[in-house]
Nanobody
């Protein structure tokens, strides 16, 4: 059974930091890109960050560029999202996802085949 499990969410004050982790099991995702998405209440799921299968290339949404960093450890089947200088508008459920095999780093939800259950991030002002 394929599983992606997120952890590390919580409540933090504006300006604070959180580190999200995604642990995969059931199959290896070391050969596909991995991504983070988020969804706030009443809004569509949006792209946050993604990383290539080797970890050599990354892509970020403009809203998080310079504040968030995505990384991966294929030996440990984990992907991380370091979030610094958090803002109230970062409040959302954050999802880890594994892309379908393809070239490049996809940024649309339809390009991802497997999803975690999500972890809540709440940033207070």
């Amino acid at each position: 059974q394929v599983q992606l499990v997120e952890s590390g969410g919580g409540l933090v004050q504006a300006g604070g930091s959180l580190r999200l982790s995604c642990t995969t099991s059931g199959r290896t995702f070391s050969s596909v890109a991995m991504g983070w998405f988020r969804q706030a209440p009443g809004k569509e799921r949006e792209f946050v960050a993604a990383i290539s299968w080797r970890g050599g290339s990354t892509d970020y949404a403009d809203s998080v560029k310079g504040r968030f960093t995505i990384s991966r450890d294929n030996a440990k089947n984990t992907v991380h999202l370091q979030m610094n200088s958090l803002k109230p508008e970062d409040t959302a459920v954050y999802y880890c996802a594994a892309a379908v095999p393809r070239r490049g780093i996809p940024t649309t939800p339809t390009s991802y085949a497997y999803w975690g259950q999500g972890t809540q991030v709440t940033v207070s002002s």
